[in-house]
C-alpha cells in the first residue's frame, strides 16, 4: 500500500493562494490515480478534485472547478493541488488518496493521507 503525506495548508486570506503537495512512499504514485478530497467541521468528507494515473485526465467538483488545478509529477512522486481565489467555504482540512481507478467518490480510494488544515479568513 502507498503511504501519503500532505502538506502546504496554512492560513490565507480570501482571494489568495495556497499549493498541497502530496508526497507518496512506499509504491510509486504513477500506479494509481489520485484524488484530493475535503472535510470542513460538521460536514462530510467531499471530493474536491481527481487525476488519472498519466495525468492525461482530471475531475473537478463544481465549487473548485476554474480556481482549484490538480497534476502530477510521477518522477517525484508527489500529486499536486493549486488552489487560486480561495474562498472562506474552502476551509476545510484537505486529503490525498490513491485508488485504482480515477473516480469522485471515497469508496473507489483506498490509500488516505493524514490531512492539512486549509484556512481561508474572510
Known amino acids: 500500500q502507498v503511504q501519503l503525506v500532505e502538506s502546504g495548508g496554512g492560513l490565507v486570506q480570501a482571494g489568495g493562494s495556497l499549493r498541497l503537495s502530496c508526497a507518496a512512499s512506499?509504491?510509486?504514485?504513477?500506479?494509481?490515480?489520485m484524488g484530493w478530497f475535503r472535510q470542513a467541521p460538521g460536514k462530510e468528507r467531499e471530493f474536491v478534485a481527481a487525476i488519472s494515473r498519466s495525468g492525461g485526465s482530471t475531475s473537478y467538483a463544481d465549487a473548485v472547478k476554474g480556481r482549484f488545478t490538480i497534476s502530477r509529477d510521477n518522477a517525484k512522486n508527489t500529486v499536486y493541488l493549486q488552489m487560486n481565489s480561495l474562498k472562506p467555504e474552502d476551509t476545510a482540512v484537505y486529503y490525498c488518496?490513491?485508488?485504482?481507478?480515477?473516480?469522485?467518490?471515497?469508496?473507489?480510494?483506498?490509500?488516505w493521507g493524514q490531512g492539512t488544515q486549509v484556512t481561508v479568513s474572510s
Open positions: 512506499g509504491r510509486t504514485v504513477s500506479n494509481y490515480a
Open positions: 488518496a490513491a485508488g485504482r481507478v480515477l473516480a469522485i467518490t471515497p469508496q473507489y480510494f483506498n490509500s
